[in-house]
């Protein structure tokens, strides 16, 4: 069964960059047909994809965090990585590492949903001086 947990800090200041990692167990993250990705929601929102890093270590995110955002990997670790810079208030949501395979990412990138995939819990990021 493979399991994720997100990490990293609750409070971030304006300008500063967000980073938080995945722990993966159950699974290697560098085999297998699969994608592991980032996703949020904001307060109030849906379901918004960030990004992901494949099995394979090929990378997409989306078009509008672009040119904020980078996901890496330690494969020693088993972890992924996301980074955020130059976050704003609005980058403040509930942050959720999930694998996808190849036949749920379609979806994963359009409208995510917890019933496909495996996901963490989540973990909150407040953006606040």
């Known amino acids: 069964q493979v399991q994720l947990q997100e990490s990293g800090p609750g409070l971030v200041k304006p300008s500063q960059t967000l980073s938080l990692t995945c722990t993966v167990s159950?699974?290697?993250?560098?085999?297998?047909?699969?994608?592991w990705n980032w996703i949020r929601q904001p307060p109030g929102k849906g379901l918004e994809w960030i990004g992901y890093?494949?099995?394979?270590?090929?990378?997409n995110y989306s078009p509008s965090l672009k040119s904020r955002t980078s996901i890496s990997r330690d494969t020693s670790k088993n972890q992924f990585t996301l980074q955020l810079s130059s976050v704003t208030p609005e980058d403040t949501a509930v942050y959720y590492c999930?694998?996808?395979?190849?036949?749920?990412?379609?979806?994963?990138?359009?409208?995510?949903?917890?019933?496909?995939?495996?996901w963490g819990q989540g973990t909150q990021v407040t953006v606040s001086s």
């Open positions: 999930a694998r996808g395979s190849v036949s749920q990412m379609a979806a994963m990138v359009s409208h995510p949903t917890k019933m496909a995939g495996y």
């Open positions: 159950g699974g290697s993250i560098t085999t297998g047909l699969v994608y």
């Open positions: 890093i494949a099995a394979s270590g090929s990378t």
